[in-house]
C-alpha cells in the first residue's frame, strides 16, 4: 500500500515506493539491473517533471545521502 502525502485535490508531494533489483544476464554474466518504481499518484501529480521515455541523469548527492534525478539536457 502506498503512503501518499495530498497537498490539495490535483497535487501529491510524495509516495511511498521501493527499489527493486532484477538482475539480467549478458553474455554470461549476471548483472545488477535496479529499477525505482514511481506511485501512480505521484506521476499523475501536475508538478512531476517527466514523462514516459524522458532521458534522466541519476546521480548520488553523497552529502544529503539521496539518489537526485533530473531530465538530461544536452549542453549547447
Known amino acids: 500500500m502506498d503512503i501518499v502525502t495530498q497537498v490539495s485535490d490535483t497535487t501529491v508531494i510524495e509516495g511511498k515506493s521501493k527499489l527493486m533489483n532484477r538482475p539480467s544476464r549478458s553474455k554470461g554474466k549476471l548483472y545488477d539491473k535496479y529499477f525505482v518504481y514511481v506511485p501512480s499518484e505521484v506521476a499523475r501529480d501536475s ?27 544536452e549542453e549547447p
Open 47 to 73: 508538478n512531476f517533471p517527466f514523462k514516459s521515455g524522458d532521458e534522466v541523469i541519476v546521480r548520488i548527492d553523497p552529502e544529503n545521502k539521496c539518489l537526485v534525478i533530473k531530465k538530461y539536457t
